[in-house]
């Protein structure tokens, strides 16, 4: 990006001598009015660069007070994104001093305060941009934000509760969202342009090639076409979505299989497959349709910090009656007497090897027999992710890539391979009381 035509596109900047040359995709962003604004482009495509000038936008914008600038990790905001904001901030604009502890932060000078803020100064509210990193939900905690860029966003380790997190720290302001990345995976991010696509007016899709960069080699963008598996080359240099090697569930079709919400009838069979953990409990909940027998996935659960009884509580409170739950390794029966101690009587699961249970699990979606809500969010976002490690030729092998952080993935499995498994009687025992737990004192569980 060369930094000469800035001031023809936002006219309270040619004080600064410059002006930017954009090209086509990086127009598109910078004359989006969106709240959201997700540009998905090809490697090296010119999103990191465009970032800085976007986000100094919004500050002579919105005036003095916090922003945010999110990476996935620490590691790639230092090796790439704060280089640049850096040069951009630093030594271009020269309006301030990024400092790294105790916090990463990028405080404005007084000088820099009165040349951006210009009729709008105040010496008693400063301007700062602070730095998170997704991995860590917890750096986006605790702050008020004006406006945020999230940066390489399509990553796996850009985790939705982090996504999620940021847009708290915009509700009070309703603060714009800069979203530049590559493709990655199918997670959280693809739900936020199939909004767009369904008519969102919050959201603006900006999609580019490597090559709309004009200094992108167009040899390097036909090599990459020629040696890379098609889904890779789509997702790393065009910025399209594509189905990865590795995906686990690569059969379902959520054009038919990610349904809209609708009212369970009491009627209907309930069923509860559980991941036990102290700080991730999660549950998915099933109901089978009595006519065509179909599953639908229709609620989830994820807490920690509980007591067996406040689980308990927690997962039964919008049921009606008790349903039939399966959960926990073979060897967590301790974790199964705790439950069902607290009301909620928990089967051991049938089946004792993981890889079985996902082939199970992977027949049920594969047959049609199994549904999802779209609105489940969570739950889309890992069964997007959920993936084999592919070996260094890029083929999958045998490993679950994180295993540890796909609970909601392992509660589906409990109960999808018990369910379509074999014969069982999962009807759910019937509680018509306020307070289930209570009703279930008094029937001896």
Sequence with gaps: MNEKQLATIHPELDGWGMTLDLHPGQTQAWKSNKRFVLVMAGTQGGKTSFGPYWLYREIITCGPGDYLIVTPTFQLLERKLLGEFRRVFEKVLDVGRYRASPMRVFEFSDDGERRTHRDRYDPNVRTRVQFG???????????????????????????????????????LTKGRVLVTTSVYSLH???GLIEKANAGDKSIEVVRFDSTENPTFPAEEFERARRDLPAWKFNMLYRGMFDRPAGLIYDCIDESVQRVPRFTIPPEWKRCLGLDFGTVNTAGVYVAEEPETKRLYIHQTYHHGGESAQGHVRRLLQSQYGIPYAVGGSWSEDDWR??????????????????EVGITRTYGAWQRGELYAFD?????WDEVNTYSRALDENGEPTDKIEDAHAFHLMDAQRYIISDLRGGAADYAPIVIPAADPLAAMDRAGF
């Design 375 to 379: 609105d489940l969010d969570e739950f």
């Design 133 to 171: 990193y997704a991995e860590d939900s917890d750096s986006l905690e605790s702050m008020t934000a004006l406006a945020c860029w999230c940066d390489e966003a399509g990553q796996k380790k850009f985790r939705l509760d982090s996504w999620q997190a940021i847009l708290r720290r915009l509700s």
């Design 337 to 354: 007497t705790e439950f069902r101690k607290a009301g909620l009587p928990v089967r051991k699961p049938k089946i004792r090897d993981v």
């Design 188 to 190: 959280w991010l693809k």
